[in-house]
């Protein structure tokens, strides 16, 4: 749906939307809620701790990818219903992806987080 807009009106229009997304996910969706508390928590101890700035970046990068993923999912689940109600093998095969897009990104989080503050691998 095409509004027409150009130019400044259209940016902030975006931002107006981005915002409605993100309280939308917020007040509809208990795991992004619970990531996103966690992010705050492990955001504040990523800046306090005393690591180069670079390892810091790689820290929180590794947060925004979580809140980045699951939001891919909350779409994916949200076009799926949308379509049907209906139990089909692509629409599983869908949401099975999303879910695993998050699952990666925790992965992901894990190691960055344990090379940096506990030095593995």
């Not at 508390?37 to 979580?66: G, M, N, Q, R």
């Amino acid at each position: 749906m095409k509004t027409g807009d150009k130019g400044v009106k259209r940016i902030l229009k975006a931002f107006v939307y981005s915002a409605e997304g993100f309280w939308e996910s917020v007040k509809s969706e208990e795991a992004f809620r619970q990531e996103l508390a966690l992010c705050a928590v492990l955001l504040i101890i990523a800046l306090l701790l005393p690591i180069s700035i670079i390892e810091k970046l790689f820290l929180i990068s590794s947060l925004f990818l979580v809140l980045l993923m699951e939001l891919i999912n909350t779409a994916i689940e949200a076009v799926v219903d949308r379509i049907s109600d209906e139990i089909h093998p692509l629409s599983k095969k869908a949401k099975d992806i999303g879910s695993l897009l998050v699952l990666l990104s925790f992965i992901y989080l894990g190691l960055v987080w344990s090379v940096i503050i506990f030095g593995l691998f």
